[in-house]
């Protein structure tokens, strides 16, 4: 190789140098560009790996949280997806507003299934809405709203359309044994 490339005239040489500058030049930023990928990479993954530990050092919190949220659910009084939309009629006509909803969507976790149904309702005034409000909050904690949005109507002074995500709640089986057993004990340690 070395008698090759003092064979060349001095303007190929040069020629050659230049290319493998260039060469080595792009090899170089495509490997810095690696090895930076690589660095952030190690960095997210132990930015994450601190954030799983925070959660798994709060254990008894939330398990402590979720026994007590869970405290007086009982399998059969939560809403099922036909419930659900019943019980969403039944509060907009309570509150005289006339709804419109699609099918709800349902998702499972564990022991409960959590059933989200999307309304909507048309030139509604202020105090439907709150009256609406009032009758799903009397069915909580297996009854709540969400993600609430009203825009004002043109056109027709003091009147809304607002839109609402209601969410149900199920209980799918029997709450485990330990669940309402440890409730009075961690009450009176408290």
């Known amino acids: 190789m070395k008698h090759f490339f003092f064979s060349l005239k001095p303007r190929e040489r040069y020629m050659a140098l230049a290319a493998l500058l260039v060469a080595a030049t792009l090899w170089s930023t495509g490997a810095w ?40 659910l009982d399998s059969g009084h939560g809403y099922d997806q036909a419930k659900l939309v019943a019980e969403a009629i039944n509060a907009t ?7 419109n909803t699609e099918s709800p969507k349902t998702s ?12 909507s309702c048309r030139k509604a005034d202020l105090a439907s809405v709150l009256r609406f409000y009032e009758s799903v909050k009397a069915r909580a904690p297996y009854l709540a709203i969400g993600n609430l949005s009203m825009t004002a109507d043109r056109g027709s002074a003091g009147t809304v359309t607002f839109k609402a995500t209601i969410t149900a709640l199920e209980l799918l089986g029997e709450l485990p044994a330990g669940a309402k057993a440890a409730e009075p004990a961690e009450a009176g340690s408290k």
Do not use: C, Y
């Open 93 to 99: 006509r309570e509150a005289g507003l006339n709804a």
């Open 33 to 72: 560009a690696r090895v930076r990928g690589g660095w952030d990479a190690w960095r997210a993954f132990e930015e994450e790996a601190l954030v799983q530990k925070s959660w798994l050092a709060k254990e008894r919190e939330i398990r402590a949280a979720t026994t007590l949220a869970v405290q007086g």
């Open 108 to 119: 499972k976790a564990g022991k409960f299934a959590i059933h989200s149904l999307q309304m």
